[in-house]
């Protein structure tokens, strides 16, 4: 199983991205998909997670600014990310609870870097 995000990028404080995942491989399910991410300095934190019944989390810090959604059908989750702030600035990762041929396993994706300028 891979996961390939898709996504970062540079933008100003105030702009918007939109990051994308999609799972592939051998998958009879996708559990709960999320998005953490990883500051110089800082450990991994979750960003937001939901469920394959859309059932949401957020971190406290992107609450009101940013919106996981997901395709069950692609097996893809996207994270809409507004009014951006510097602090905002780190590797974004996308995690999969993925069921397949060896039972539940847990997958990243490699990784990609939004960087939001003040």
């Known amino acids: 199983v891979q996961l390939q995000a898709s996504g970062g990028g540079l933008v100003q404080a105030g702009g918007s991205l939109r990051l994308s995942c999609a799972a592939s491989?051998?998958?009879?399910?996708?559990?709960?998909m999320g998005w953490y991410r990883q500051a110089p300095g800082k450990q991994r934190e979750l960003v937001a997670a939901i469920t394959s019944g859309g059932r949401t989390n957020y971190a406290a810090s992107v609450k009101g600014r940013f919106t996981i959604s997901r395709d069950n059908a692609k097996n893809a989750v996207y994270l809409q990310m507004n009014s951006l702030k510097p602090e905002d600035t780190a590797v974004y990762y996308c995690n999969a609870d993925v069921f397949g041929p060896r039972g539940g396993m847990d997958y990243w994706g490699k990784g990609t870097q939004v960087t939001v300028s003040s």
């Open positions: 491989g051998s998958i009879f399910s996708v559990n709960a």
